[in-house]
């Protein structure tokens, strides 16, 4: 079965610093993953994927996530944060080989926040 | 862009009550799916349909009825609804044949609370 890992609930940072939030994931074969962010009282908006390829993906606003098939990892980052940057992020998985159905699992998000 | 469209965006219910989620996409994606979004858990898949038709179980079933007679379309219905069933909802669609590589698109959210 297919499982997603925030090990965070919340990641603090100044802005100008960098930041990261963790993901790591469980599926049986090659993973499908993906960044989302919500802002508050509204919908998921996709931040960006990793289906193939470069393990190093970018994204929108400056995002860019890593993945680590070693460690079973996809962290999320970004070089210079912005107090726009705080929201809720959520990782999710889905499984090649799945077909059309590729359900998608999400984590427990992480959120957050960059201070002034 | 209308993208995915759900109503209503705020509901109180009692407890045995009956109610319909809405949701409609102008995108025309194939593949539609609910899911339930509570606090440090994340977003949980309920139903999901990969086109008029066809729909299947997500990982929370239960207590929620799901049918697709149009590509647009893909409504939510509570029969009964419990306290448990007090939470945010979102449906979201994608493409079909991208498969899981393909990104969903997400409507704005229906927060229902059941006492």
């Known amino acids: 079965a297919q499982s997603v890992a925030q090990p965070e609930d919340q990641v603090n940072v100044a802005e100008g610093n960098p930041l990261t939030v963790k993901c790591t994931y469980s599926v049986s074969g090659n993973p499908y993953l993906f960044w989302y962010v919500q802002y508050p009282n509204r919908g998921l908006q996709f931040l960006l994927k990793y289906i193939t390829g470069d393990n190093l993906v970018k994204g929108s606003y400056g995002f860019e996530a890593e993945f680590n098939k070693s460690q079973t990892s996809f962290h999320l980052k970004k070089p210079s944060a912005l107090v726009s940057d705080s929201a809720l992020y959520f990782c999710?998985?889905?499984?090649?080989?799945?077909?059309?159905?590729?359900?998608?699992?999400f984590g427990q998000g992480t959120t957050l926040q960059v201070k002034p | 862009n209308a993208g995915v469209t759900q109503t209503p965006k705020f509901q109180v219910l009692k407890t045995g009550q009956s109610m319909t989620l809405q949701c409609a996409q102008d995108m025309n994606h194939e593949y539609m799916s609910w899911y339930r979004q509570d606090p440090g858990m994340g977003l949980r898949l309920i139903h999901y349909?990969?086109?008029?038709?066809?729909?299947d179980q997500g990982e929370v079933p239960n207590g929620y009825n799901v049918s697709r007679s149009t590509t647009e379309d893909f409504p939510l219905r509570l029969l009964s609804a419990a306290p448990s069933q007090t939470s945010v909802y979102f449906c979201?669609?994608?493409?079909?044949?991208?498969?899981?590589?393909?990104?969903?698109?997400f409507g704005e959210g229906s927060r229902l609370t059941v006492l």
């Open positions: 349909s990969v086109g008029a038709g066809i729909t």
């Open positions: 979201a669609s994608r493409r079909k044949a991208l498969g899981g590589t393909g990104e969903l698109f």
């Open positions: 999710a998985v889905s499984q090649s080989g799945s077909g059309n159905t590729g359900k998608l699992i």
